[in-house]
Structures are given as structure tokens and as C-alpha cells.
């Protein structure tokens, strides 16, 4: 393992609120590719080298493995509890009344902890598939996103903040037509928003909205997720890193295209999430960001590479009689349940 690198040379972004997070944090969805034990080992390495922000969700199936190294990382002094900045989610289908109690505590018990700094609700909606399903699969109980719906999810995740079992709550793959139908009826206002973004997919109109609404954007894909399931594969799909953009930028400080992702990502101001088992890929991830910025030609470059491509499309979640899958992302008809 390299170095450690030291905290005080990370950059922040600011949480409602004032409360100050890193710049960039270790995802740990293994794509259907790769293991508990594996991540697990991912998330040892990588808070040992200086990682302080954790993504998890209950839909990855690897919590309760995270959960023993960070037992283990705390046994070891090798971090404070307060040092860590831990998220989780509450997947589709646990939104039924008392579920995301459930769900939050199930998450807590696996992970080994007292508290999360941030719950999100995953989808806004309980569609349901089974992990590792086709692209084409199906669940006959979906359902079009509803205000009515999302909110008694939402208000149940006020309840956790209330009882002390989540610091901050999240929202997760919204639009601007959805934020705006239920920001208004959030007793508690969401801390973060965690969506798309990568060079390819820039969504300029949601970024600035969350910025807007005191909302952090947290990107996943921020590398252009080269290994998302296949079900999450089309052949109109953009590899980032071939983007003339990021390639030149790449040649000219002489690194892989996806650091040039990350720093993009980070100098733009949102908090990138990508994932990696490999060591020498977390800590290159890490490390870039606190060395070589992109000049601002390269960032005005990168900015102009938006190709409006959308990889996490969502199709799994479709309901009977629903389009394609920009009806997931761009029905309005559906806000007034």
C-alpha cells in the first residue's frame, strides 16, 4: 500500500447545514462482478489509505461484510467512528409502512454501527427486481412514480433523523419535475441527491437545481461505470474516456482517463463515488484529486462533452403499459398521485 494520505489535504463540499465531507468516496456496488469479500477487503484498504466516505445499500448484499472490516479497522485504532462518513439506502421494495425502520435497522446491525450520516431513499419508488435479473425483466406490481407514495416513504425516513438512527437524509435518481412536487412537503429538506454524472452525462439542469436547493450532489457512474451489468448495457452507450475532451486532457497530464473523470467531477463540485477492488486503482482515485488540477480550458473542454447519455437507465423498473425508459425519468402525468 502507498502512503496514507492526509486528511487535511482532501478537499471538502459542504452539507446542509455546514458540516463538511471528502470530495470523493469509495462506492461498493460490485456490479453483479464482483464479491462480499471482496469489497469488503476494498473498503479495509482503501479507509487504511485515507478514504473517509463510504456508499453502501442494502440492495448490494455485501453490508454485512463491510460491516466486520470496519469492526475490524475500529479494533485496530486505524480510525475513529467519527472519522468515517457511512451511507446506506433503502431499496424498493422495503417503502411499505415500518419498512424503512426496518430496513435502516437491518443496514445498522449489519454494518456493525449505532448510527448512518446519510440514508437515501434508493428509487423513488417501490419497483422491485431481483439482483442479477435481465434487462427485460419485469415485476407485474410496479407502479409510476407517486407523490403521495414517495412522500410516506419519505416521512418515514424523518422518523429515523427523529430517533437518532440517521444524521442526514437523502433523496436518489429524481428529476427537477419530481424534486419540485415534493421539496415543498419535506419536513426535513433532503442533504443530498445522489444521481448520475459523468462527462457523457452532465445533467446541467438537475446539478444546478440541487446546488440551488442547498441539495450536494453526490455522482454515481463517475467514471462511466465500464463494469455495469450487462442489463444495464445498450449499443448507444459512450465510453468517457474516449471523449476528445477527456483524452487529451489525459495525454497531457499523463494519466488513465478516468482519473481525468474524477478530477472534472470534483473541481465541478460534486462528490464522485466510483468503485474499484483493486488498490492501486482506489488509491489513484483518491490521490488525484489533491494533485495536478485540470486547467480551466480542460474543465471548459470536458464541459462540452455532454452527450446527454444516460447509462443507468432504469428499464427493470417499468410498469405495465409504460414506454421505454425515459418514461421512468421524464413523465410528468405521473406527479399528481
Known sequence: ??????????????????????????????????????????????VKYGYRLI???????????????????????????KELFITSKVWNDMHGAGQVLESCKKSLADLRLEYLDLYFVHWPFPNYHAPGCTGDSRNPDSRPFSVEAFMATWRQCEELVDKGLVRYIGMSNMTIPKLEAVLPLC???????????????????????ARQHDILPIGYCPIGSPSRPERDRTEEDLADGELPGVAEAAKAHGVHPALICLKWAVQRGQVPIPFSVKAVQYEANLRCVIEDPLTEAEMAAIAGEDRNCRLIKGQVFLWEGAGGWEDLWD??????G
Open 331 to 336: 413523465m410528468e402525468g405521473v406527479l399528481k
Open 55 to 81: 456508499d453502501c445499500a442494502s440492495v448490494y448484499q455485501n453490508e454485512d461484510r463491510i460491516g466486520q472490516v470496519l469492526d475490524r479497522l475500529f479494533g485496530e485504532e486505524a480510525v475513529e467512528r
Open 187 to 209: 419536513r426535513i429538506q433532503p442533504a443530498a441527491l445522489e444521481m448520475e454524472l459523468h462527462p457523457s452525462f452532465q445533467q446541467p439542469e438537475l446539478f444546478d437545481y
Open 1 to 46: 500500500m502507498a502512503s496514507k494520505i492526509d486528511q487535511d489535504r482532501i478537499p471538502k463540499r459542504m452539507l446542509r447545514g455546514g458540516e463538511r465531507i471528502p470530495c470523493l468516496g469509495l462506492g461498493t456496488f460490485g456490479s453483479d462482478k464482483y464479491g462480499p469479500e471482496e469489497i469488503a477487503e476494498a473498503v479495509y484498504g482503501a
